[in-house]
C-alpha cells in the first residue's frame, strides 16, 4: 500500500513528509512538491530551483522493511531512479558515485537519502530532486535539465506521481546485493574512462575503476595508483 501526499509549496519535502506518516506506519509514503523553498543537497548543500519548473519529492520507507546497508540502499535508489529517468527519456543516464545522476554530462538530479526517527521508528527518507524544465542554470555549468538535455517539455506533476509508484514497487522488492552492485558499476558516470580528479587542492589524471558494498570508489590515480575513496574524499572535474 502506497500514499502519495501533494503540497503546492513547502520548505522541505524531507522535513514536511514527517508529519504526515501515522504512527507505526509500514506504508511507503511519499510528498511532492513544485515550489520547495529550503532544499537540502549532499553535506549541507542547499538545492534551489525556480518554481514549477522542477521536482522535489520526498519517498519515506520503514528501515525494519529493508535489508541491505546503509551503502546498498543508497546505490539501489540511485539504480532505480537512473531506471526510470533512462526509460522515461529514452537516454543513457549515468550515476555520477556516490548518487548524482547525469544526463548528456549535465546533472539533472540530486538525491538525498536520510534517517530519520519518527514515532519510535527509525524510516530511511530518500529525497529526489529533478531538473525538468529550466532551461538557464546561473553560475552552475554542469547543470541541466530534461528539456535542455532532450528538448522535450515533460509534466513536473505526471513525472512526480509516476516515479513515486515507480520508487514504491522497487524500493522494498528483494534484490541480491550482486545485482544492486553490477547495476550500479553498469551505469558508473565515466567508468574506465580517465578523468581529471582533485585530492587534497592537487589534480591529477584517473580512472574509475568500480564502487564496492561499503560505499567506496575505486580509482586507478596516475601518480598514486590504485584507491579507494569515501564520499567527499575526492572529487571528479567535468
Known amino acids: 500500500m502506497t500514499q502519495l501526499f501533494y503540497l503546492p509549496q513547502c520548505t522541505s519535502t524531507n522535513d514536511e513528509l514527517l508529519r504526515f506518516l501515522r504512527p507505526g506506519s509500514t506504508v511507503v509514503a511519499g510528498l511532492y512538491t513544485l515550489n520547495q523553498?529550503?532544499?537540502?543537497?549532499?553535506?549541507g548543500n542547499s538545492w534551489s530551483a525556480p518554481a514549477h519548473e522542477s521536482i522535489a519529492l520526498t519517498v519515506a520507507v520503514r528501515q525494519s522493511t529493508l535489508q541491505h546497508s546503509d551503502s546498498l540502499f543508497n546505490f539501489h535508489t540511485a539504480v532505480l531512479i537512473r531506471d526510470f529517468l533512462a526509460k522515461l527519456t529514452n537516454r543513457d543516464v549515468k550515476i555520477k558515485w556516490p548518487n548524482d545522476l547525469i544526463l548528456e554530462h549535465k546533472k539533472i538530479c540530486g538525491i538525498l537519502i536520510e534517517k530519520r526517527k519518527h514515532q519510535n521508528h527509525e524510516y530511511y527518507l530518500i529525497g529526489a530532486g529533478i531538473n525538468v524544465l529550466q532551461e538557464t542554470f546561473g553560475d552552475i555549468p554542469r547543470a541541466g535539465s530534461l528539456k535542455t538535455q532532450t528538448g522535450i517539455t515533460y509534466s513536473p506533476k505526471k513525472i512526480s506521481e509516476d516515479l513515486f509508484e515507480f520508487l514504491a514497487a522497487g524500493i522494498t522488492a528483494p534484490v541480491?546485493?550482486?545485482?544492486?552492485l553490477a547495476g550500479y558499476?553498469?551505469?558508473l558516470y565515466r567508468k574506465n574512462q580517465i578523468s581529471v580528479f582533485e585530492k587534497n587542492k592537487i589534480r591529477q589524471n584517473g580512472i574509475i575503476k568500480s564502487a564496492d558494498a561499503s560505499g567506496y570508489v575505486w580509482i586507478d590515480l596516475e601518480n598514486e595508483g590504485l584507491q579507494k575513496f569515501y564520499h567527499k574524499e575526492i572529487a571528479m572535474l567535468y
Open 37 to 43: 523553498t529550503h532544499g537540502r543537497g549532499q553535506y
Open 185 to 187: 558499476n553498469t551505469h
Open 176 to 180: 541480491p546485493e550482486e545485482q544492486i
